[in-house]
């Protein structure tokens, strides 16, 4: 029965991403033809929210990725698939550009959501700005990343195998503490 409900959770799941891409997908036609505009709403997330008793940040964040979808055509088509929530696009939305795109989606499907937020969050402080100069690749203050370039990271997932996988690159004080955890571990079990 766990099972049961637990595969009912992922359906469901993957449903509800996709039909809120879909959403995304009709808000961006909306807006593109002016469909709330001249009928006295403060803003198309005003709008929403009215039309369709979403609360105003709901609105707000679905009308964020509305606004973008041209930019995103992979990362929305992967919603579309059930594979990514609003919440993660919303991330992607604030970083996402035609040249990164394909980045930023490898990055969404590698990580975990919350790991993924983090990451693009990140990724917004570190991306360069219209200000930096195009020719050299450096900013007023020097070298600009051209991409993600962090030196901790922390990525874990379940393999096809069913085998728990770890990709991470830590401090030493960190690494240390992790391994003499897993070393413990290892040792209870052989205890036990």
């Known amino acids: 029965r766990l099972r049961e409900l637990d595969d009912r959770i992922g359906v469901l799941s993957a449903q509800i991403h996709a039909l809120d891409a879909e959403l995304v997908g009709v808000l961006a036609e909306y807006d593109a033809v002016g469909g709330w505009q001249g009928r006295g ?8 929210s009215v039309r369709t ?27 579309r698939g059930g594979q ?11 970083v996402v550009t035609p040249e990164n795109e394909a980045r930023v989606l490898d990055i969404v499907r590698a990580c975990t959501p919350r790991q993924a937020q983090r990451v ?11 200000s930096d100069s195009a ?8 070298p600009v990343a051209d991409d ?7 990525r ?11 990709d991470g690159a830590l401090d030493k004080l960190t690494g240390e503490l992790l391994e003499q955890a897993r070393r413990a571990v290892i040792a209870e079990m052989e205890r036990t």
């Not at 940040?57 to 930019?71: G, H, K, Q, T, Y």
């Not at 990514?84 to 604030?94: D, E, F, H």
């Not at 693009?120 to 219209?130: D, E, F, G, Q, V």
């Not at 993600?148 to 922390?154: P, V």
Request: proline share 4%; aromatic share 10%; glycine share 6%.
């Open 135 to 142: 020719d050299d690749g450096e900013g007023a203050d020097g």
């Open 120 to 130: 693009l969050a990140a990724y917004r402080s570190l991306r360069p700005t219209a």
């Open 41 to 48: 709403w403060r803003s198309f997330a005003h709008y929403l």
């Open 53 to 79: 008793n979403f609360a105003p940040r709901d609105a707000e964040r679905l009308v964020s990725i509305a606004a973008r979808v041209d930019e995103m055509p992979s990362l929305i088509a992967a919603a």
């Open 148 to 154: 993600l370039e962090l030196d901790h990271w922390w």
């Open 156 to 166: 874990n997932w379940i393999d096809d195998h069913g085998r728990y996988r770890i």
């Open 84 to 94: 990514v929530s609003m919440g993660v696009l919303a991330s992607a939305a604030r």
